[in-house]
Structure formats: structure tokens, C-alpha cells
């Protein structure tokens, strides 16, 4: 909180001009010698360690220069022209790992160099090197970071471009979704997902869609081919579930069939049992009457 | 926008150890590593501030101490952060006859006389260094934060200062002056760290008093030297609006002796009272079953840091236990709650990994994973935190359990509220299963100072059953003569309006489901009470007026007529007040004193204490002063 640097050094003048004074003529030429800070002969390790931090603050600096232009995320409907190429962008990609890479191998060589010391030492220069490497993996996240925004936006991109052509195939394909009942889980899912993946892309990029349609030259040609196979085996899917479908719909209408006649079935059996009761009754009843009018005839007669 | 000492302090170390350039804060700033040698005030002051790794981030590459060996290191700049003293100062020559290192940077922890910076220099010139010395710095952080508003002023070095130096029998004028300059150059500097002039009221007649008037003096020096003045408005950072002055209220131990034995039931006192927290660091001896052939039980020492960053100890260190109990088990539900809920996501996780196709999915999950990934380790920290404090909790518990302290907690509560006791004291004494002797002398004195007045005989009577409990009395003789000499007839009126309620309540707790057992220890409540310290402090902030507290000194270094008289001319209530108590503090004064600025801080005005002592002292290393002290005549 006090600097006294200036008072100690006020007081060095006062001794060393008490020195003079008392006559030390003998110490004189080694003052003379000294007066000027002496140039030691700095170490390996630490003329090494020194230029490796320096090197890495280089890269550090060059990064964040062209950081702004780098991650241009100028909008896309303005007239605003991204100020970096891709290829430029690329340049800046190799360059920045060509010094990262740089920078390891001299730390590795830093590391060589910390052979047998004296344990104080060591422990120091094993402390240097720990510092150089937090300070290098720093440099190289703020580098990744910034590549791993542009790919991002590589591949929304892509995404979208591919998008347009089949976002009524997609879309017909989702209203379909209700009805499939016994998919497996997976293809749902899938389905469920790159629909509702699409949906919300569609949603936020539709003003931009138009101008993603130029785009579509940029698939290549793997990923087409990837498409088409995913395409095929889709289809595929499709088709074979649809075959099911059929089989369940005559199934039904025979079920359905034998229900009603098993039903009028019913009916008449229960019809049949009626008509036997009522026959029943009326043999019995002229049965009877038979008897009854024997007996008539037969007390009549005698 | 007021920091704390505490920040400040660590504000002024990180200047230090950036050679004394403000830090700026860059996101990857290239390391410049350095090497600290410090001595061992220099390391009581640093280790409860910034740990190892922090060091290392600053780039601090080695630690070491001023007089152990140490091996040259050529081209690296040393930092040292050291008290001037003659030893400290030979040693430096000596490191520069040996050219230990390529630069120097000497920060002297209070200020360096004009004598001493001499001999370095001639020390310097010897050596044909002079170049080499870059800067040398005074950093007037002669004082330990432990916490944001509490600081000591010495812990290695406590024995010199403590109450036993100030009280005892044989002390020589020249020591007292010592520890009084020590004092106040301590005080000096948590105030040229603050960057305010305090208002400083004192009790007379006793050792406070002393101090207050160095103080004043030493500040008005300061104050009138326009050229180095360390108190002119650019010191004053810009963030600071305190329009008005802090309150300086020194206290001396003799004030209060019974706070210093009291049995305690609040987390961070009781962590200091059974397992010695030094430093905001605690050593718990923990009996580990171990699987070797010979079986039996290991006891393994564990250190924990309590650090002022841990957000559970921070809310729970000021609550009675059975709460800190509960809360603990509050925290470890949620953490498994949190910890279930990244299972799921793990498991959610690992079945549609296997899909490569949509790659809308793909970046779902990428954001689903790293920010599992940058939760893990605040949930691993919280983990380790939560096994902490059960840890400690349980050990806890068990001395409590052993000891029986929470009987002791509330008879003592009871004594110092002039209620009845439940047991006789006498009862108590002869319990052979109730504590260690010294929980027994240590109620015996709270009961000789704030009980019902006794006469001799029955004071003898206790003797007897105390020596009887294998108790050392002689603590006992030189509390009789204390009193006597100070006529505690006001005593029992401070203590007034305290008391607590038992509840037995460890069937709800039971109930609860709580982990630890607590059947047996009562969940007492602590009704607030407040302790002499803080009366004094609440009378002399409100400027109410208090019988004892009228008769306080007066002192205000920024008028220009020291005013002997000591009338007060500041009518307004203070805001803010620093609390110092010479001759021992502990933690339970802190936290009544925690509680009182909460109680009485609303919205509009805030009320801030910062708790001060000359050391920290247990309540067993007070019994052993007093030990001391009684057995010399």
C-alpha cells in the first residue's frame, strides 16, 4: 500500500555516497562494474519457456484479431458480405494448429530439458511448465470455440438446403404418423424427431428459404447417396407395414361376417325352441281331447 | 458497494503477488510465474485467504519459507511477504550474499522502520544487488480475516498477546507496551486497508483504554502528514459513498469472562470449541473399520477447510445444531434429486445415441451433454461439500453425546438468565458420566460469576466435590480474587433476559427420519439473548445510554484538538461498527453479535458489525490461562 521503493533507494544513495566518503576507493571498480544490471546468462529452460509464452500470446492476439470477421454472423437477409471467405477462414484454421502443434512440441522439449535438478528447482520449473500448458489449452479453447461456431452454422446450413425439396414428402410422411400403431421404436422415433427437427427449422428459417433453394448444389455427392439409401430402406419400411395393414382390414370384415351370423343363428334356435314348445301343447291338448270324447262315447253307449 | 476486510485484504494480496500492478481482469493473461517466501505471520495471513491453487493461478510456482533452506533459482522474480523484523531482515541479506534469485520484491507486512530498510540496504550494497531489488512495498495487512466481518490478529504467534500476558502477575511495563504497539499497529493497518478514520470509544481503566489512545495517536499522526497520509479522498476507492465514519468500540476481555467458557450449540462454535477450528480449518479424528487381518479399529485424521465460498456452511455456521442436522439432510436429499435426474439423462442419453441419421438431434443432445458435463462438477463439489459437514456433524454428535454438553449448554443458559435449575449444581459436579472435568470447572465459574451470590462455605463446599471430580481449581483462586477486585455487582444484571426452552422434541425428530440418532440430545432452542459485548455495542451505536456506557471514552483522530474531555459530538446512530476485544475473543461473542446487526438491519439501513479480537481462543485454552494465572500466587 506504501511504496517506499523510492525511499529504500534514497537510502542506498545515502550509504553508498557515506561509502565514498569514508574513502572505499578499493570497492570502486566493482560498483563501476555493477552499476549497470548485469546481463546474466539467462538458462535454457527459461529463454525457452520464455519464447513458448510468447509465441502462444502471439497466436492469442493474431485469434482475436480476426475473431469479429471470423465469426461474421452477419444476418442473412441484410446485404451485410461476411468480410472472410471460407478459405480464408480455412488459412487462419491450419495456421492457428500449425502454432498450436508448434507450441507442444516445444513444451515437450521443455520437459526434456527438466532433468535432474535440485529439487526446489524442479518443483519450480515443473510449476512453469504446468502454468505454459493451462495457458496454451486456454489459447486453444477461445480457437475451438470459434471453429466450432462456424461449423455450426456449416451445417445448419446444410440442413436447411436439403430441406426445402422434401419438405413435402416429409410433412405428408408426418400425417401419416398418427395411424402406424405398431412401429418400432425406433423408426418412430426417428420419424417423430427429423419431423419435428424440421418442423422448427422450417418455422425460424422460412423467410430464408427461398434463398437457401440456390444452395442445393452444395450436397455433395456422398451425402446424396447416404440420403437415397436412407430413402430405400425407409421406403421399405413403408411398404411392408402397409401389406400388415391389409391383411388386418380383411380379418376384420371376416370377424365381422361370422358375428352376424352367429347371431342369427341365435335367433333361430331360439325361434326353433318356440315352435317345438307350441307344437307340444297342441298334441297334448288333442290327446286329451281324444281321451275325454272316448270316454264320452263309451259312457254314451253303455 | 462497500467490500468487506476480508476482500479487500485479498484485493491488496493479489496486487502484491501481481508485483504490485492493479490486476486486470483478461481472460487468459500470459502467466508470469514467480516464487512467495513468506514467514509465518505472512502464512497465517495467506492461508485462510487464497489457497494452493489459486496461488498457482496466479503463477506462483513454489511457496516456501523464510528460514528454511532454500535453493538458488536462477532467473525467476521472488515475492516476499514477510514482517520486518531483524531476523526476517539478516535472513534477506542472506539471501542476497547467496543470489538466490534474479529480482526482489520485498513487501513487508506493516510498515518497515527507517533503521531496518538501512540495513537491507547496506545488506543490498554488499552484495552488489542493488539493481536486483525492485520494489519494496508496505502493506499494512498486519491482521488475519477470517471471515468476512471477523479478523484476529495472530495465531501462531498468539501466546504473546493473549490474556494471560496482559493479566499476569509479573508483567513488566516494557511487555505491556509491546503488546500494546503490536495492538495497534495491527489496528492501524485494518484501517488504512478499510481506508477510513473510525470514531474510537473505550471503557476506562484497563487495557482498552491504552490501546484507544495509541490508536488515536498513531491515526492523527497519519491524518496530519498531508504527503503520505494514507487517508486523503484518492485513497478512497470510488465505490466507497459511506458518507458516514465507522464506530471503533474497544473492549477488554475482562469485561465478560463467562463467554469465554460458555458450552455453545451453534455449528461453527461448537466446531471450534470441541475440534479446535483454527485457521477455518478443522482436524476430526475418525475411527475407520479397517479390513486388515488384525482387524480392530483405525483412526484416521481428516482435515477439513471451512471456507467462506461453502454456501451450506456460510448459512448454517450461526444456527443451533439440530438444525444443521436437518439442513444437512435437506441438502443431501436434493443433491439426489439432481443426481437422479443426470441418470436419467444418461440413460436417455445412451439409448438414442445409437441414431446417427437427423442431425437437428445430434446438436440436441451435444447441448444436452455439455451442459450435463459443466454440471457435473458443481454436483461432485456439492457431493464432497454435503460428506463434509455429515462428517463432521456426526463426530459432533458424538462428543456431544459423550460429553453430555447440551446438558451443560442449558444449565449455564439457565445460570447466566437467573432462572431455575433443573439439576443442583452440585448434582451435576458429582455426575461421573457428564463431561471432562474441565466442562465442570468451566460451569462452576459461569455459576461463580453470573449465578445466585454464594457464601465462602459453600464455595469451599464445591472445591471439595470439584477436586473430588479430578478438576483443577486453581482456575477457581484467580476468579475469586477477579471478582473480588472488580466488585461484579453489576454482572448479573447483564446477563439478564436470556434462558432457553427445552423441548424435547427428538420423537419429531425421530420421526423426521433424520440419519443421526438423536435420541437423548434435547433440540433446544435458543431464545436470542444478548451477551455484555453486544449491549455495549447496541448502547454505543444507537447512542443510547447505558450506566456502563456513559462512562466511555471519547476519541476522534480527525479533529484537530485532541479532545481530552471525550464528549461525544456525533449524535447521529452509527451504520457501522468495529468491534475489538483485547486479550482473547471467541466465536460465540461473534455470533451474538451476527445475530444483533440481522435483528437490527431493515431494508433502508444496514446494519454492519465487524467482530475484531487480538487472538482466538478455546474455551480449554482459556481455562488453561486461567489455570495459569491462578496458580502463580
Not at chain 1, 528447482?121 to 504446468?130: D, G, L, W
Request: aromatic letters at 8%; proline letters at 3%.
Amino acid at each position: 500500500m506504501a511504496d517506499v521503493t523510492n525511499v529504500f533507494k534514497a537510502t542506498v544513495k545515502a550509504l553508498r555516497t557515506r561509502k565514498k566518503a569514508t574513502g572505499d576507493v578499493t570497492k570502486n571498480s566493482q560498483t563501476f562494474t555493477t552499476i549497470l544490471p548485469s546481463s546474466k546468462l539467462k538458462g535454457d529452460f527459461e529463454k525457452k519457456s520464455k519464447e513458448v509464452v510468447q509465441n502462444i500470446s502471439k497466436l492469442k492476439d493474431f485469434l482475436m484479431e480476426h475473431r469479429k470477421a471470423y465469426v461474421s454472423t452477419g444476418s442473412h437477409l441484410s446485404a451485410e458480405t461476411s468480410t472472410m471467405t471460407d478459405s480464408e477462414r480455412d488459412q487462419i484454421d491450419e495456421e492457428a494448429e500449425k502454432v498450436i502443434h508448434m507450441c507442444q512440441t516445444s513444451v515437450a522439449l521443455i520437459k526434456n530439458l527438466n532433468g535432474s535438478q535440485h529439487s526446489q528447482v524442479k518443483e519450480h520449473r515443473t510449476a512453469v511448465i504446468r502454468l505454459i500448458e493451462d495457458y496454451l489449452k486456454g489459447v486453444c479453447k477461445v480457437y475451438s470455440e470459434q471453429r466450432a461456431v462456424r461449423v455450426k452454422r456449416v451445417v445448419d446450413r446444410k440442413r436447411l438446403s436439403k430441406l426445402e425439396p422434401d419438405k413435402l414428402f416429409k410433412q405428408r410422411r408426418a400425417n401419416k404418423q398418427p395411424t402406424f400403431s405398431e412401429n418400432t421404436n425406433q423408426s418412430s422415433r426417428q420419424d417423430q424427431s427429423t419431423s419435428e427437427g424440421d418442423r422448427s427449422p422450417t418455422k425460424s428459417k422460412k423467410a430464408t428459404s427461398e434463398e437457401k433453394m440456390e444452395e442445393e448444389e452444395e450436397i455433395s455427392t456422398e451425402e446424396a447417396q447416404m440420403f437415397e439409401r436412407e430413402n430405400a430402406a425407409l421406403f421399405e419400411e413403408m411398404s411392408s407395414v402397409s401389406e400388415e395393414e391389409k391383411d388386418i382390414d380383411r380379418i376384420e370384415q371376416v370377424v365381422v361376417g361370422s358375428t352376424e351370423n352367429i347371431k342369427e343363428g341365435n335367433e333361430e334356435i331360439r325361434q326353433a325352441m318356440k315352435n317345438s314348445a307350441g307344437f307340444r301343447v297342441y298334441i297334448l291338448f288333442f290327446l286329451l281331447l281324444l281321451t275325454l270324447s272316448l270316454l264320452f262315447l263309451d259312457w254314451y253307449n253303455g | 458497494m462497500a467490500s468487506s476486510l476480508r476482500e479487500k485484504q485479498i484485493l491488496a494480496l493479489k496486487r502484491m503477488l501481481n508485483f504490485n500492478v492493479p490486476a486486470t481482469k483478461a481472460t487468459t493473461t500470459e502467466p508470469q510465474w514467480k516464487v512467495l517466501v513468506y514467514d509465518r505471520f505472512g502464512q497465517d495471513i495467506i492461508s485462510p485467504l487464497l489457497t494452493v491453487k489459486e496461488l498457482r493461478d496466479m503463477g506462483v510456482t513454489l511457496h516456501l519459507k523464510l528460514h528454511s533452506e532454500r535453493d538458488p533459482i536462477p532467473d525467476v522474480p521472488a515475492i516476499y511477504f514477510v514482517m520486518p523484523t531483524d531476523d526476517n531482515i539478516r535472513r534477506i541479506g542472506q539471501d542476497f550474499q547467496s543470489q538466490l534469485y534474479e529480482t526482489y520484491y520485498l513487501n513487508f507486512i506493516s510498515a518497515i522502520s527507517r533503521q531496518r530498510l538501512e540495513e537491507i540496504a547496506s545488506a543490498a550494497i554488499h552484495s552488489n544487488c542493488v539493481s536486483q531489488v525492485s520494489k519494496v512495498f508496505d502493506q499494512y495487512l498486519n491482521f488475519i480475516s477470517l471471515e468476512d466481518d471477523m479478523f484476529t490478529l495472530r495465531h501462531q504467534d498468539r501466546d504473546s498477546i493473549s490474556y494471560y500476558a496482559l493479566n499476569k502477575g509479573d508483567v513488566k511495563d516494557t511487555e505491556i507496551e509491546h503488546i500494546m504497539d503490536t495492538v495497534v499497529d495491527s489496528l492501524f493497518s485494518v484501517f488504512v486497508t478499510l481506508g477510513t478514520v473510525p470514531i474510537i470509544r473505550c471503557p476506562r481503566g484497563n487495557a482498552a483504554e491504552m490501546v484507544a489512545e495509541k490508536l488515536d495517536k498513531k491515526l492523527r499522526e497519519n491524518i496530519r502528514d498531508a504527503r503520505s497520509s494514507f487517508f486523503t479522498s484518492d485513497n478512497i476507492q470510488a465505490g466507497q459513498f459511506s458518507f458516514q465514519r465507522p464506530l471503533l468500540v474497544l473492549l477488554d476481555r475482562n469485561l465478560d469472562l463467562a463467554t469465554m467458557l460458555h458450552h455453545t450449540w451453534t455449528y461453527q462454535a461448537l466446531s471450534h470449541d470441541v475440534f479446535d477450528l483454527q485457521l477455518n480449518r478443522v482436524d476430526i479424528e475418525e475411527s475407520v473399520e479397517s479390513r486388515t487381518p488384525a482387524g480392530g479399529v483405525v483412526k484416521k485424521k481428516k482435515t477439513y477447510d471451512l471456507q467462506p465460498f461453502d454456501k451450506f456452511w456460510q448459512a448454517q455456521k450461526g444456527s443451533p445444531f439440530p438444525a444443521v442436522a436437518e439442513a444437512v439432510q435437506v441438502e443431501l436429499d436434493s443433491y439426489r434429486t439432481q443426481e437422479g435426474e443426470v441418470k436419467k439423462l444418461k440413460a436417455a442419453m445412451g439409448i438414442e445415441g445409437e441414431d446417427e441419421s437427423a442431425i437437428s438431434m445430434l446438436s440436441d443432445h451435444t447441448a444436452k451433454l455439455t451442459s450435463t458435463v459443466s454440471s457435473l462438477p458443481e454436483l461432485l463439489e456439492r457431493k464432497r461439500l454435503i460428506d463434509q459437514h455429515t462428517n463432521i456433524a456426526t463426530a459432533l454428535l458424538e462428543q456431544i453425546k459423550a460429553r453430555k454438553l447440551d446438558v451443560y449448554f442449558e444449565t449455564e443458559e439457565k445460570l447466566m438468565g437467573k432462572s431455575v435449575l433443573d439439576q443442583s449444581l452440585m448434582d451435576m459436579i458429582n455426575d461421573h458420566e457428564c463431561g471432562t472435568p474441565q466442562d465442570k470447572v468451566r460451569l462452576f465459574i459461569i455459576a461463580l460469576l453470573c449465578g445466585p451470590p454464594m457464601s465462602d462455605a459453600e464455595i469451599d463446599q464445591y472445591l471439595i466435590a470439584l477436586t473430588g471430580a479430578n478438576c483443577d481449581t486453581s482456575a477457581l483462586s484467580y476468579i475469586r480474587k477477579w471478582k473480588a477486585y472488580t466488585k461484579m455487582t453489576a454482572a448479573p444484571s447483564q446477563y439478564a433476559g436470556g434462558g432457553t426452552k427445552t423441548v424435547g422434541m427428538f420423537s419429531k425428530l425421530m420421526n423426521q427420519g433424520s440419519q443421526f440418532l438423536m435420541e437423548g440430545v434435547k433440540n433446544l432452542v435458543i431464545k436470542k439473548h444478548n451477551l455484555p459485548a453486544t449491549r455495549v455495542v447496541d448502547a454505543l451505536m444507537d447512542m443510547k445510554s447505558l450506566q456502563d456506557v456513559d462512562d466511555f471514552r471519547y476519541f476522534d483522530p480527525k479533529l484537530l484538538r485532541s479532545d481530552s474531555s471525550g464528549i461525544p459530538r456525533n449524535k447521529s446512530p452509527f451504520q457501522e461498527a468495529y468491534v475489538f476485544m483485547v486479550g482473547g475473543g471467541n466465536y460465540i461473542e461473534y455470533q451474538n453479535l451476527v445475530d444483533y446487526a440481522k435483528n437490527k438491519s431493515n431494508a433502508g439501513a444496514p446494519r454492519k458489525v465487524v467482530y475484531g479480537c487480538s487472538d482466538l481462543t478455546s474455551a480449554t485454552q482459556f481455562l488453561k490461562q486461567l489455570e495459569r494465572l491462578g496458580s502463580e500466587n
